[in-house]
């Protein structure tokens, strides 16, 4: 069975927009975009959408994928001294020759609405309730949210390694008292864990890497990102026969970009209200 992500995501826009309507003044989100590659061209392309689409304000910056590190640095601090600018995204990944932890770190914490600076990853760590969540773990609880599964004393495998998801995603599962099986790529004997697990969370970039004899009876499968083979897409999860085990599987791609866009306009709209209060 799949799990319509686009129609979460629609669900959020329409509240959210509510919302805005509701506002004395128009909320702005900035975006920092400097490699131009396909995947971040159509995430901003989204970004922008669905801003205009709420009644947010989306203001894009480009810059040459030759900046260096320095320049980028010295447009960050710009950015953060400069009070028209209450939130702002840096669209990641950025171009080899540029460190991205360097980067993130110096985004003002108040201004981040993606939620990646360490002062606003160690909140979730802490189990600050007051603070945001990072977009794509944010996603993933509204579809456990929209599909009314609780997290008390499930087995859940998480398959991944990141700082911006993996991470935070084991911390808020843990916090809502989930059994978290931490794997990656590297793991030995992968079927030993996703067997065990009542929802699977995998991100690998391993095509068919799950597969129908890896999953227990029910499993839920939350399938993150996607590899493009012969310009096919295809998910982690081998979704051809996963209806023999009755599970529920997150499709790719569409839905990915959709959640977590969806949950940047959420923190952007949060963090207007707390300016605002
Ligand atoms: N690239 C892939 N996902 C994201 C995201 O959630 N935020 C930003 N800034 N870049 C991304």
């Not at 939350?222 to 979704?239: E, L, N, Y």
Request: charged residues 25%; glycine residues 2%; hydrophobic residues 45%.
């Amino acid at each position: 069975m799949i799990i319509d992500g686009k129609e979460i995501a629609k669900k959020m826009y329409d509240e959210l927009k509510n919302e805005v309507s509701k506002f004395k003044s128009k909320p702005t989100l900035w975006a920092i975009l400097v490699w131009n590659n396909s995947s971040s061209l159509r995430y901003i392309e989204q970004k922008k959408k669905w801003a205009e689409y709420i009644g947010i304000n989306f203001k894009l910056e480009k810059f040459d994928e030759k900046i260096s590190e320095l320049e980028l640095y010295n447009k960050i601090k710009s950015f953060n001294e400069n009070p028209e600018i209450s939130w702002y995204i840096v669209q990641l990944p950025l171009p080899k020759h540029i460190n991205s932890q360097k980067i993130i770190n110096n985004i003002h914490p108040k201004k981040d609405v993606d939620w990646f600076h360490p002062n606003n990853q160690g909140k979730v760590l802490l189990w600050d309730e007051s603070g945001f969540v990072p977009c794509t773990p944010a996603w993933i609880l509204e579809i456990f949210k929209h599909e009314k599964i609780d997290l008390e004393w499930k087995v859940v495998c998480v398959i991944w390694r990141s700082n911006i998801v993996w991470k935070p995603i084991i911390s808020l599962l843990i916090n809502a008292w989930a059994t978290v099986l931490a794997c990656n790529s590297k793991t030995k004997n992968l079927a030993k864990f996703t067997t065990q697990a009542e929802i699977i969370i995998v991100a690998a970039w391993s095509p068919w890497l799950l597969k129908v004899n890896m999953l227990k009876v029910w499993a839920i499968i939350i399938d993150v990102w996607f590899t493009v083979i012969d310009w096919k897409i295809h998910g982690d999860a081998d979704t051809r026969l996963i209806n023999l085990v009755w599970s529920r599987v997150t499709p790719v791609p569409g839905w990915v970009w959709a959640l977590t866009v969806a949950c940047l306009m959420k923190n952007t709209i949060k963090a207007y209200k707390i300016q605002n209060k």
